[in-house]
């Protein structure tokens, strides 16, 4: 764990001060998460500018880390309170996948230790890949409990999204090797589960358990669609992962539907129509 600079056990004069370039200066300190703010109030009144432009870049530093630590003791409100009623295994739940035209939906179901901490957690749709790759493997190994749920492109057909996606919400709860003693879950429909349950509209956004439900998912699914974009190279799953894009909506008009498209989406079932439309009708004639 890094340590604030703390003054010296003698005063910290000025004349110190200048025994150091800044590039020492900056050296020493861009090291510490925290500078004692005593330290900061003599480096701003130092004569040369290049100490009181890294002074002033420290305390934006420290301001930042601030108030994205602040945000993280925050998204973590809603389990604490929780926990102060009793409920020790809390599971968040999220999903990805509902509006995509190709490929399953993939939820997944995470139960965080009490005083977890993951840096930069959040939302997955706000995170870069980079982000979620780390935070996929620090939830993986900080986890009591976590679950992917799925449910295929066929059960999407068979049906409709709401349900299918309602199914992998099941699943990824019942496989938990830990009964949750509360689910929180994102959106505005309950999982058909005997649990007690939160339903909490943004709550990807809001909720930690909630949020690093949506980095397993959107990770797991995008994986996915990467392997289903090796074995159909043509149509770019690896890029959009399967939404409607100007580049997808093109493959399908180009080379029709695969057996991964959800053909009882609108958008692709009028693809198919027009494709099918667009191949010549040839009649026999009789000699």
Excluded: W
């Excluded at 090797?177 to 929180?184: G, M």
């Amino acid at each position: 764990m890094t340590e604030p600079v703390r003054e010296p056990s003698t005063p910290l004069r000025p004349s110190v001060l200048r025994r150091l370039s800044i590039a020492q200066l900056s050296a020493r300190l861009t090291r510490f998460a925290a500078v004692d703010p005593r330290f900061m109030r003599v480096l701003a009144r130092d004569p040369r500018h290049g100490v009181r432009h890294l002074a002033a870049r420290l305390r934006a530093i420290q301001t930042r880390a601030a108030r994205e630590s602040a945000r993280l003791d925050g998204l973590f409100t809603v389990e604490r309170e929780q926990r102060a009623q009793g409920f020790a295994a809390i599971a968040g739940v999220d999903e990805v996948g509902v509006a995509p035209l190709a490929g399953p939906v993939v939820a997944a179901a995470v139960i965080l230790p009490a005083g977890v901490s993951l840096p930069h957690l959040d939302d997955s749709k706000r995170l870069t890949a980079a982000q979620r790759n780390v935070l996929y493997e620090q939830i993986i190994a900080c986890a009591v409990a976590c679950q992917i749920g799925m449910a295929t492109v066929e059960e999407i057909d068979r049906l409709n999204i709401l349900q299918a996606m309602r199914l992998a919400h099941r699943r990824a709860i019942l496989g938990l090797p830990i009964r949750p003693q509360l689910v929180l879950i994102d959106g505005r429909y309950a999982a058909d589960v005997p649990v007690p349950q939160l339903v909490i509209v943004d709550g990807d956004a809001t909720c930690g358990s909630v949020a690093a439900a949506s980095v397993m998912a959107k990770v797991t699914r995008d994986r996915m669609m990467a392997d289903l974009g090796r074995q159909f190279p043509q149509y770019g799953f690896g890029r959009h992962k399967g939404y409607g894009t100007r580049e997808h909506l093109e493959a399908i008009r180009r080379y029709g539907v695969t057996p991964v498209h959800r053909r009882s989406f609108s958008t692709v079932r009028a693809h198919q129509e027009t494709l099918q439309l667009s191949i010549p009708q040839f009649r026999v004639v009789s000699g």
